[in-house]
Nanobody, 125 residues
Framework: QVHLVESGGGLVQPGGSLKLSCVGS????????LAWFRQAPGKEREFVAA????????AYADSVKGRFTISRDNAKNTMYLALNSLKPEDTAVYYC??????????????????WGQGTQVTVSS
């Protein structure tokens, strides 16, 4: 098990940027597939971005492609999500997730066994 803690959320105007961080403890991030999901009020949790265990392959939801970037720093046991050109519809609680599965980045929440507590992102003028 790896314990995950997100930070970096907040209130930002449309068109603005944020960078979310997710620090892992208990296990090293090497060989873990990583992902970000989000959940808006009254909606199901949805996939945002994922990176495979090697760090070389990524996947993004169509709604964020070209605006969000997932990355990791294994030395710091930290994963990141850079959010640019934010829109009001990006408002949600963002969750990081990790799992030791091998293969292509998974866009399915059930794949991931380890989850953070979430960080709120609000995009509003």
């Amino acid at each position: 098990q790896v314990h995950l803690v997100e930070s970096g959320g907040g209130l930002v105007q449309p068109g603005g940027s944020l960078k979310l961080s997710c620090v892992g403890s208990g296990r090293k991030f090497e060989n873990y597939a990583l992902a970000w999901f989000r959940q808006a009020p009254g909606k199901e949790r949805e996939f945002v971005a994922a990176q495979d265990w090697s760090g070389f392959s990524t996947a993004y939801a169509d709604s964020v492609k070209g605006r969000f970037t997932i990355s990791r720093d294994n030395a710091k046991n930290t994963m990141y999500l850079a959010l640019n050109s934010l829109k009001p519809e990006d408002t949600a609680v963002y969750y990081c997730a990790a799992d030791r599965h091998i293969g292509a980045p998974s866009t399915t929440a059930d794949t991931y066994d380890n989850w953070g507590q979430g960080t709120q992102v609000t995009v509003s003028s």
